[in-house]
């Protein structure tokens, strides 16, 4: 799948986007709240509210020039606390979730026209927009917005300002060594189970032995799958198991070393599925079986 304008575009200044909407409601609850819209990072730079105002207006205008429609006129005057901020994003969210992703990619040579300050514009097309002007500032005034807050004394994190933007590719199999938290677990049980409290601090007690265990059985799971032969060995144990059961296929020959005129003979497949069991139990303690018509294990 190849990586277009519209990823480059809308899916990065949605993420900038909950990126913001995250670090900003975790201020919200700080003490000296009330204090964070009028802070600026140094004396000559913009304060939080132009971060917050300049980010999302970009946002929505990056959608209008990619899709070709007009931008919407966003004020600033409502754009002075948290409340409204969120608001803000949550508006612009929308605009950018109903972007078109074909529009946005058919698009991408089309001139744009961006305006660079009082009476200065240029004149570029729709994919240099994107690359060269909007991401860079998006980004630029995401970072502003996040170092203001930290300068302010909000308890935020790199974990904060990426979670928006990772969280979605990580595999759920990726181990956390950390237990529960209290609201984690009010999610995981009903109403009627015992209080999240008393179900976080039982789980907690265990947890490190739990997630130690998971580890040990992920690493047997991908060891037996790295084993030599492994998949031809299931195949071969699927295939016993249906002789088994519906008979021998009639129109397939014999394999080499396979049935015998003895009835009671095994099967190679049978002998190959035993030696396989044998395979697993020893792959550990460092002895290889040979299978049955393997002349050489590498």
Not at 46 to 52: A, G, H, I, P, S
Not at 283 to 290: C, D, L, N, S, V
């Amino acid at each position: 799948m190849s990586y277009t304008l519209y990823d480059a575009a809308i899916l990065h200044t949605k993420e900038a986007l909950q990126s913001l909407s995250a670090i900003l409601k975790k201020a919200s609850t700080h003490a000296n709240a009330s204090s964070f819209p009028e802070a600026k990072l140094a004396p000559d730079m913009l304060d939080l509210n132009f971060q917050v105002f300049f980010m999302t207006d970009l946002s929505q205008k990056l959608v209008a020039r990619t899709t070709g429609v007009e931008p919407l006129t966003l004020s600033r005057d409502d754009c002075t606390n948290f409340e409204q901020y969120q608001a803000r994003i949550a508006q612009v969210l929308e605009i950018v979730e109903k972007a078109d992703k074909a529009t946005v990619d058919k698009r991408a040579d089309e001139i744009v026209t961006i305006g660079l300050g009082p009476g200065k514009s240029a004149d570029m097309k729709s994919r240099d927009f994107v690359q060269g002007f909007a991401i860079p500032n998006i980004f630029f005034h995401l970072t502003t917005a996040y170092a203001i807050l930290r300068k302010e004394g909000v308890e935020i994190g790199k974990q904060d300002f990426l979670g928006p933007f990772i969280g979605q590719y990580l595999q759920v199999f990726v181990i956390n060594f950390a237990p529960p938290s209290i609201t984690a677990a009010s999610y995981l049980y009903h109403t009627n189970s015992p209080s999240a409290s008393s179900i976080a601090t039982k789980m907690a007690a265990h947890w490190w032995l739990l997630r130690a265990v998971q580890s040990l059985e992920d690493h047997i799971v991908a060891s037996i799958l790295r084993q030599p032969g492994f998949h031809r060995a299931v195949g071969r144990i699927h295939k016993t198991i249906h002789e088994k059961q519906y008979g021998r296929n009639p129109h397939e020959p014999l394999a080499p070393g396979e049935a015998t005129a003895d009835p009671n003979s095994a099967t190679r497949n049978e002998q190959f599925a035993k030696h396989f069991i044998d395979e697993i139990k020893n792959q550990f303690r460092g002895k290889p079986t040979e299978f049955p018509g393997d002349k050489t294990r590498k």
